[in-house]
């Protein structure tokens, strides 16, 4: 058990578990912004296709 402990202390003062940490959270923001932006892009494509779609005239195609 106190091997464990030791094991804990030398784990906690070690600078790799905080960088490890850092990089996680960093990772966390990067993947939220990224779905922020796909989710707005998106938006925008998918309202620019609906106005254009609206915009061209109904009938088939071919005029017969």
Do not use: C, H, W
Not at 15 to 41: C, F, K, N, R
């Amino acid at each position: 058990m106190k091997n464990f402990v030791n094991r804990m202390k030398d784990f906690l003062k070690s600078e790799d578990g905080p960088t490890a940490t850092e990089y996680a959270v960093m990772l966390a923001l990067i993947i939220v912004a990224a779905i922020g932006s796909i989710q707005l892009v998106g938006d925008k494509v998918s309202t620019t296709f609906t106005e254009i779609s609206a915009g061209l005239p109904s009938g088939t195609p071919g005029g017969s």
